[in-house]
């Protein structure tokens, strides 16, 4: 006998797919909301998963890896850039129990020479011992000893990728040993790392890094990655951290005096608080659709439930408990869900391989944005949650009660009880104060989006295109030959039919701040003890005609200071120049910056107007606080080059790129494109979720207005009779449409009514992603309302008026 359940829900489960099938439309309906509820929620576990809680590649190690980072009262607090010195590194290394192993990581360029031409591959400078922290092997070949350890530059091995190994090297087996041409110069190939590693991020090279404890503290460029001891926690490990960077300030207090060190999880190097914030909103605006949907379907249910009573009757007369009815309603529901679900899979399949497609650049190489075996398990799930929620109630409210005799011999029809008008009334409430609250939202994000593309950054960049190019090689170790290699480069530039000029700078506005610099603000006593954090910029001579920008006082630098390594000619941005001198002018004035240990003395030259370098939306106390030093004094092996077109940009990308392999072929200019999508680039995130609530939002207005029309068609159904007495007794076609719009109007108001504190929590929850936009603009909270209540009215007209259109006679033969 226990073993009859079974029989009985695969006959329920047998029972449900037939009648669905008699059923066709009400299938359709059911199974396509089901559909995109589910799937809106499996792209966004899938994201979530990808980013957040799928375990990282270092097997019982992930939990256990952290970041050091370096941290100073005048520096921003971005710990991507904030890296530990080699000697800190040593000394963290040797003074901190808590850690089982720390080293250290230089990210670099590198210009690797293949058959055709050479190419720009990202890599990285490591200490020998870092593969065996993370307990990845060399798939082919060996890893780096102390031995190959060396200043970098001068490297003579390398270890490779998989995916590098295997694009430009046909995974020849015999590879190790094998010389290849990396920045102009032969290294032994000593290693191919496993298949799926690119560690830090989406690294193609690595070659050994070691110096000695004599390398200035203040040469901070290695980012720390440290295993935590067996037992440890990471609040452990930073306290202990805390009091050995104190001990440090104290040692040396030239150059680690108010440094500090933040200890961050590995994972939350690359994860910031703002994408899980952002992430967290999403898993919150895919849960409000599914709810939608499950109530969408819930209606459905309960009208298609009401039309069944004569049915239910006569299996409760044969003697059909109350809980067998329910289970096969439930069954229906289950069939339904499994339906949606099917084909949710195959639409989150669609949309992750679309939205992987559109990313302007991949994710760090551990993140895995795809449908899996745990997004699969996530919407079965789902499924099943969406089953219950949107069947369950529905089933308890028609069998609910006593089904009289009277409903077995009352004829075709069956009306909907109390309880079952209360409960449709309920779900379509539910529906529009949840598209209230999802609708704030995207309006919020949606104005955030439109305030960050028109955000002015300082001058025109509609007729511009921007790349960057790697100095490769050593004939360009001196910094003098680095500064003439770049003036070639910009010469050969302006050179190309359609230019107007060019210019190399470090770092192109509104993609990337410049190097970090502290400064000593003048002070009456003369004390170096205060100091403001700002960026340095290197730049070519023409980069302020190239931006359009003219200097508000004083001069550009002349070619003169271009060759001039021991110059001191700088200018500064509007900005600093007003904390600086406020009222005065700054040309001609000193000013003062940290140099590793010391104090180096520069003289204004001239005053330009403020330029946004970081991405928008990312700002920190040190944008626009901007000091420009002529290239040389810099001398970076990476430059980004600006050329202004007098035609589209877009048609001289392949003689600007012709124009850098001109002046050497080792050079492989890269990150090609115009200004404009530069900015759509580095807005990506921001418009994608912008455009995924906006998405949540018309799917949710459109399921509420769904619900609102099916309500209004049933409950018109269901009065036709009482919709042919008052015509017949002279009612007009307007009178009976009024008499149904009430309904929905009414609806409609409670439910905005009720999702006002929904909306005001779906406001705060976006503030910290919106861009200069106040989530309380007055705009979005009067517009929308009047706008939902127009759509569900709208949605209630149609078959409002519909019904108006009844001959009385036929609906007084109604019944």
């Given amino acids: 006998m226990h073993n009859a359940p079974a029989p009985h829900m695969l006959q329920d489960l047998r029972y449900a797919c037939r009648s669905l099938m008699r059923a066709r439309g009400f299938t359709v309906a059911a199974v396509s909301t089901l559909a995109l509820g589910i799937a809106a929620n499996s792209i966004v576990y899938a994201i979530v998963d990808g980013f957040i809680l799928r375990p990282l590649p270092f097997g019982e190690r992930s939990h256990r890896l952290v970041t050091l980072h370096s941290t100073h009262p005048t520096q921003a607090q971005d710990w991507n850039n904030s890296e530990l010195s080699y000697p800190d590194l040593v000394d963290i290394r040797e003074r901190v129990g808590a850690l089982e192993r720390v080293e250290g990581v230089l990210t670099r360029n590198f210009s690797l020479a293949s058959a055709q031409e050479a190419e720009r591959v990202s890599g990285a400078s490591i200490t020998p011992g870092l593969f065996s922290m993370l307990g990845v092997a060399p798939e082919l070949g060996r890893d780096f000893t102390e031995a190959d350890g060396t200043e970098p530059g001068f490297e003579s091995v390398v270890v490779i990728s998989h995916r590098l190994w295997r694009r430009l090297y046909e995974s020849d087996p015999a590879i190790a040993g094998r010389a290849i041409t990396v920045n102009a110069r032969a290294l032994t190939v000593i290693g191919v790392m496993p298949e799926g590693f690119a560690f830090p991020e989406n690294e193609d090279v690595w070659v050994p890094y070691r110096t000695s404890r004599d390398e200035g503290r203040a ?17 452990a490990a930073r306290a202990e951290i805390a009091s050995a960077a104190s001990q440090l300030a104290v040692a040396y207090p030239a ?25 967290g909103a999403m898993l ?8 939608i949907a499950c109530a969408n379907v819930a209606s ?15 299996r409760a007369a044969l003697g059909a408990s109350r809980a067998r009815l329910t289970r096969l309603l439930l069954a229906e529901s289950l069939v339904l869900s499994v339906t949606g679900a099917g084909i949710a899979l195959i639409l989150a399949s669609w949309g992750l391989d679309s939205l992987t497609a559109s990313m302007p650049e991949p994710p760090v190489y551990w993140v895995r944005v795809e449908v899996d075996a745990r997004v699969i398990a996530s919407t079965v799930l789902v499924t099943l949650a969406a089953a219950v929620i949107s069947g369950l109630l529905p089933a308890l409210r028609t069998t609910r009660g006593q089904i009289s005799h009277e409903v077995i011999s009352s004829g075709r029809s069956s009306s909907a009880t109390p309880d079952q008008r209360r409960l449709q009334s309920s779900l379509v409430v539910a529906q529009v104060a949840l598209s209230f609250a999802l609708l704030v939202a995207a309006s919020l994000l949606a104005r955030s989006v439109a305030m960050l593309q028109h955000s002015d950054i300082g001058f025109d960049a509609s ?20 500064a003439r290699t770049v003036e070639q480069i910009v010469t050969g530039l302006r050179d190309v039919p359609g230019v107007d000029t060019a210019a190399a700078t470090g770092a192109i506005p509104g993609d990337d701040g410049g190097g970090v610099v502290r400064l000593i603000p003048p002070s009456p006593d003369g004390s170096p003890d205060r100091e403001l954090g700002a960026q340095m910029i290197p730049i070519t001579s023409t980069l302020f005609d190239t931006l359009g920008l003219s200097p508000i006082e004083g001069r550009t630098f002349d070619s003169g200071e271009a060759d001039r390594v021991d110059g001191n000619s700088v200018i500064v941005s509007k900005r600093l120049a007003d904390q600086f001198w406020p009222g005065l002018s700054a040309v001609g004035r000193d000013l003062r910056a940290r140099a590793g240990d010391g104090i180096a003395a520069f003289r204004v030259v001239g005053v330009v107007p403020d330029v946004v370098y970081e991405e928008l939306g990312e700002e920190t106390p040190q944008s626009r606080v901007i000091v420009y030093v002529p290239y040389v004094r810099a001398g970076w092996r990476t430059m980004s080059l600006l050329v202004r077109a007098r035609t589209a940009p877009e048609g001289i990308a392949s003689a600007a790129r012709a124009a850098v392999r001109g002046v050497d072929p080792a050079f492989a200019p890269y990150d090609l494109m115009t200004m404009s999508a530069r900015r759509r680039v580095t807005s990506w995130g921001e418009h994608f979720i912008g455009r995924t609530f906006s998405a949540f939002a018309i799917i949710a207005l459109l399921l509420a207005c769904v619900g609102a029309y099916g309500l209004t068609a049933f409950s018109a159904a269901q009065r036709t009779r009482e919709i042919g007495v008052r015509m017949a007794i002279g009612a007009q076609r307007s009178d009976i449409v009024r008499l149904l719009l009430g309904r929905g109007a009414r609806l409609a108001i409670v439910g905005g009514l009720a999702g006002l504190p929904l909306a005001i929590g779906a406001a705060k929850l976006v503030e910290g992603l919106l861009f200069r936009t106040s989530p309380w603009t007055p705009g979005v909270w009067l517009v929308l309302p009047a706008a939902l209540l127009a759509a569900v009215l709208l949605a209630s007209f149609l078959p409002a008026r519909r019904a108006s259109l009844t001959d009385p006679a036929v609906a007084l033969r109604h019944d």
């Fill in 255 to 279: 150059t680690n005096r108010e440094w500090g060190i933040h200890v961050l999880a590995l994972r939350d190097l690359f994860v910031t608080d703002a994408t899980r914030r952002s992430l």
């Fill in 219 to 235: 040469r901070r460029n290695l980012i720390a990655a440290g295993l935590l001891r067996s037992g440890q926690t990471l609040a």
């Fill in 284 to 291: 919150l605006a895919v849960g409000f659709v599914l709810l």
């Fill in 463 to 482: 007729s511009m295109l921007s790349l960057r190019v790697y100095i490769a090689g050593d004939a360009y170790d001196d910094p003098v030959a680095r």
């Fill in 300 to 314: 459905l249910l309960v009208a298609r439930g009401i039309g069944r009573q004569r049915e239910l009757t006569l």
